[in-house]
């Protein structure tokens, strides 16, 4: 069957680093964009980043300068590379997967989807 598997996430000051990996298995993964979601309580999942099969990235602007997306094909894995982080930045993060239309974090495009590790950033 299909697995996201997410890992990485912990508790980090204000200005720290962490680096989150998705393990995937049971689909072609060098098919597929991936990306990156997050989700507060109460709020809506929202798109993070986005790699592209060609490699390509894709940011939201929260996070664009401080987040790298990267991917290797050879181990079937996405990493999410989070620095000089924010307490806004706390929430659950969430591996996904998405196999048609353009690459960018889109939920309605979200074929398969992780069960999210969480991220916490303390001020």
């Known amino acids: 069957q299909v697995q996201l598997v997410e890992s990485g996430g912990g508790s980090v000051q204000a200005g720290g680093s962490l680096r989150l990996s998705c393990v995937v298995s049971g689909i072609t993964f060098r098919s597929y964009c991936m990306t990156w979601f997050r989700e507060v309580a109460g709020k809506e999942r929202e798109g993070v980043a986005a790699?592209?099969?060609?490699?390509?990235?894709t940011y939201a602007d929260f996070v664009k300068g401080r987040f790298v997306i990267s991917r290797d094909n050879t181990k079937n894995t996405q990493y999410l590379q989070m620095n000089s982080l924010k307490p806004e930045d706390t929430a659950m993060y969430y591996c996904?997967?998405?196999?048609?239309?353009?690459?960018?974090?889109?939920?309605?495009?979200?074929?398969?989807w992780g069960q999210g590790t969480q991220v916490t950033v303390s001020s």
């Open positions: 790699i592209a099969r060609d490699g390509t990235t």
């Open positions: 996904a997967a998405q196999r048609w239309g353009d690459c960018y974090p889109s939920k309605d495009k979200v074929n398969w």
